[in-house]
């Protein structure tokens, strides 16, 4: 239609296999029979173990120009990323252990709230629509909880830490759409996921927890949150950052809420209660509140001058190239020879 935006299909398909992905990933570590800091190190580190070749391989040039004065500071965006998403992990993965799956999903859910405020910390202001469905959103999160402070102290714990999950998560995504505009989606997981695992593993030795003697059926959860949540949901969520504002990623991670709830009540018995399936039903609503009502925006918005969409508007964003491929050059991408590709240098024109 006339005045629409279009978006990129690759992105819709790598949301939609992320979502799904992220889903599985509360009710396998509520299943695992292995400490929750082993397990959050184990995802990331043996995720770096895999994507290291690739890394080392096809985008070699990529990290000698992050190494460069030039590409130092989104060497550091990448860094300081792995550190909060270490923090994540460190936090959310254990409330898993400590309270139901369902609550702490749920309470990790509050990240949009922390991006759209750290949005506006950086200078832009996410439209009322944005904001009026991440309160939709984050409300259907927080009904489903039910009232663990009234079961045990346990629980209680629990509950805080995946508070404090959800805005470690939105820092974590905030340096993640920084790095991401400057470097390829294998680069950037590879640098995170390996700053993430170093500070898990370094955690993990501190305290003394077990890294070994699991039994195989815990190995085997431990691969599927691998190849599943972490190189299938996370990466794909990176992924998307390219095209699409941190905190309109942050309320599609929502939609983990209701997927976990249903596949722990398959999988594990934990049935959801009565009063929780409102809010599991308000959620996506306030999902599709800030995906449609933003998008929208950004359409209404004037294109700059190379034609790249205005993020500010925090849809999703449309497409730089449909022939790009699935990981397309952004537009500052780091340049081999140490500068920022798609910048004009002088005496030369730089390649992009």
Known sequence: MPGRTPVHLATVL???LAVVMISSSAPIIAYAAAPALAIAFWRNALSTVLLAPVAGTRRRAEFRALLRRSGRPILLSCALAGVALAFHFGTWVPSAKLTNVADSVALGATQPVWQGLIARGQGRRPPRVVWIGIGVAVTGALAATGADIAVSGRAVVGDLLALAGGLAAAIYTAFGE???????????????YGVCAVLLGAVCLAFHVRLSGYPATTWLAIAGLVFGAQLLGHSMFNYALHRIAATTVSVLILLEVPGAAVLAWLWLGQAPSAGSWPGLALLPIGVGIVVVGGHREAAKRPR????????????????????AGPDPQPPHRLDPDGGLAGRPQRGRERRI
């Open 14 to 16: 790598a949301l939609s």
């Open 178 to 192: 920084r790095a991401r505009t400057a470097t390829s989606t294998v680069t950037y997981t590879t640098i995170c």
């Open 304 to 323: 700059g001058a190379a034609g790249a969409p205005d993020r500010t508007a925090e849809g999703l964003a449309p497409a730089a190239d449909a022939s």
